[in-house]
């Protein structure tokens, strides 16, 4: 069994095309791709890491951390998705990514201790076993290597802000795009990293301001947020 909702991987698929599109349904992933890229690199200069992205879909997080002089895999389910990342990178000419449709399952059992960082951005929410994935993660990260999640919390001003606001009243995504009962708390995420045998170091919440149309990074966890964790040296 493949960890995936056959409906999230179509959804993503029939907007592949549009994945960089500035003003498409992935504006919201162009706006913050700075900030998460800035605070990842801050925790782990990226500058000749080996670096796996998971949930790469149309590749904005994985071209930057190419960019940014890492050699890095972007991996997906999305079919369509994976082609539109490829083919960005070659009419954008990065160098050091490369992209593959695989199961994070998978590769974890192919390649473990692979990576020096891998992220996770955006995806746990559509999983139907998110505690599988992290485990994965932290068999694929080198010891010592950084892993890196990004999710929405699940509270009542989750719900108001991710969903009411950013689907039904902004329009800012696709109704539909996300599923409240799939959102996880940061204890219960920092409780299945923990069981995948990783520390979390850090985490930092994203938040909107609607009046300004600008996102920035701060410690409310309270909507959307992110977790730096280690997975500890083999010494220890």
Same mark, same amino acid.
């Given at each position: 069994?493949? &960890?995936a909702?056959?409906? !999230?991987?179509a ?13 498409? =349904?992935?504006k919201? *992933? ?7 890229l ?5 925790? +782990? ?24 002089g890492? /050699? ?8 369509k998705? *994976? %082609? ?10 990065? !160098?050091?990514?490369? #992209? ?10 192919e390649?473990p ?6 992220t996770?951005?955006?995806m ?12 994965a993660?932290?068999? *694929?990260? %080198? ?9 929405? &919390?699940?509270?009542? %001003? ?9 689907? #039904? ?10 599923? #409240?009962?799939?959102?996880? /708390?940061?204890? =219960? ?5 923990? &069981?995948?045998?990783?520390?979390v170091?850090?985490? /930092?919440? *994203?938040?909107? &301001? ?13 909507v959307? #947020?992110?977790l730096? +964790? ?7």
């Open positions: 069994m493949i &960890n909702d056959p409906q !999230e991987l959804k993503f698929s029939d907007l592949a095309h549009r994945w960089w599109d500035l003003d498409s =349904e992935f919201p *992933l162009h706006q913050i791709n700075p900030l998460r800035d605070w990842i690199s801050g925790q +782990c200069p990226l500058a000749g890491k080996a670096v796996l992205d998971v949930g790469c879909g149309g590749g904005i997080l994985t071209d930057s951390m190419a960019r940014r890492a /050699r890095v895999l972007g991996i997906d389910l999305a079919t998705a *994976l %082609k539109v990342a490829q083919l960005h990178a070659l009419e954008a000419g990065t !160098e050091g990514v490369d #992209y593959r449709e695989i199961a994070v399952e998978a590769l974890a059992i390649q201790a692979s990576f020096d960082v891998v996770c951005m955006e746990l929410e559509h999983v139907p076993d998110p505690a599988s994935v992290v485990q993660l932290a068999t *694929l990260v %080198k010891p010592d290597g950084w892993v890196f999640l990004s999710t929405l &919390n699940r509270n009542f %001003k989750s719900f108001i802000q991710a969903i009411v606001g950013a689907e #039904y009243l902004l329009k800012m995504l696709p109704v539909g795009t996300h599923e #409240y009962a799939r959102f996880l /708390r940061p204890s =219960e995420l920092a409780q299945f990293c923990r &069981n995948a045998g990783m520390d170091q850090a985490s /930092r919440g *994203l938040g909107y &301001n609607p009046l300004t149309q600008r996102y920035s990074l701060g410690s409310n966890t309270d959307n #947020y992110m730096a +964790c280690r997975r500890p040296s083999e010494r220890q």
